[in-house]
């Protein structure tokens, strides 16, 4: 299995304090801003693609990574949580802003001549 690419993106949830939606905004914005076109080269279907996506929050475990694994539209998926990210008080004491980072990386089952 070798890596193919790794794409990095940031999510947040400005007023519902959901770590799970912060993070799946970041998994979008690692996605959106691009296009993973890497498996046709190789001869192989998306369907192809081993795809760990690592979550970074406050709170991990405030993380629902079976919901944020319906993201990817193929692929086998694996989402991890761990503890990173920011929570940024809001001024007038009334909650935090959940800051959450995503890393998407992208692995193939191919032979590299050597």
């Known amino acids: 299995m070798k890596r ?4 990095f993106g940031m999510g947040s949830s400005l007023r519902q304090r959901d770590y799970t939606r ?19 080269p190789f001869g192989l279907e998306r369907e192809a ?3 760990k996506a690592q ?6 475990d405030a993380v629902d990574t079976d919901e944020l694994a319906k993201v990817f539209p193929y692929g086998t998926v694996t989402v991890s ?3 990173g990210g920011l ?8 909650g935090v802003t959940i800051i959450a980072n995503a890393a998407i990386s ?6 590299v001549a050597s």
Not at 22 to 40: F, Y
Not at 87 to 92: M, N, R, S
Not at 106 to 111: H, P, S
């Open 49 to 51: 693609m081993i795809i």
């Open 106 to 111: 992208v692995f193939l089952n191919i032979k």
């Open 22 to 40: 912060a993070a799946e905004r970041a998994l979008r914005d690692a996605l959106w801003h691009n296009s993973i076109n890497v498996v046709a």
């Open 81 to 83: 949580a761990t503890k």
């Open 87 to 94: 929570d940024v008080p809001k001024p007038d004491g009334s």
């Open 55 to 60: 979550i970074a929050v406050q709170y991990p």
């Open 4 to 7: 193919i690419l790794t794409e």
